[in-house]
């Protein structure tokens, strides 16, 4: 019963994660000429499940241990209850980022590793890389290089939720 606020608080969290990243609701794009990338709602939506099975494995883990089970544990319930709020947090990362591309540079925004932003005026040469396993026309990588050095690195992945 003690491993029962752990997991609930883990969840609740999470739910809290995942309601505090998605995008507001009706908002558009003042500028018709901006565009706008967020990462392919696969990602997140695996991270969710991932997440909810390994808080189904803390939970067995908990009743285990409140039937008396030797082999269940503290440190095996730690261990799920940790890769679960890891989960639920790339969750909250992967639903949270955006890459917005418009007249003034590109901008990226995302939860966990803050804001990029580096201004057309700025950027020296865009270098856009090939992935051999990516489909056609999704790039490997697409970096900005501002001042001899690299300003910004958007792998081709994540631009897979454009417009």
Do not use: K
């Amino acid at each position: 019963m003690r491993a029962l606020v752990p997991v609930l608080t883990v969840a609740v969290l999470g739910v809290l994660g995942l309601m505090a990243a998605r995008p507001g609701r009706g908002a558009g794009s003042p500028d018709p000429d901006r565009l706008e990338y967020r990462m392919p709602r696969v990602w997140p939506a695996t991270m969710a499940v991932c997440g909810v099975i390994i808080l189904g494995f803390a939970a067995l883990c908990a009743y285990e241990m409140h039937r008396g089970n030797p082999t269940a544990t503290w440190p095996v319930l730690a261990f799920f209850l940790g890769f679960a709020a890891f989960a639920l947090l790339a969750c909250a990362q992967f639903l949270s980022w955006r890459v917005s591309v418009d007249g003034w540079g590109v901008r990226v925004r995302r939860l966990l590793f803050g804001a990029r932003d580096v201004a057309w005026a700025d950027v020296d040469a865009v270098s856009v890389g090939v992935n051999r396993y990516a489909p056609p026309g999704v790039p490997g990588a697409v970096v900005l290089m501002s001042g001899g050095r690299r300003a910004a690195t958007l792998d081709g992945m994540y631009l897979g939720g454009g417009r």
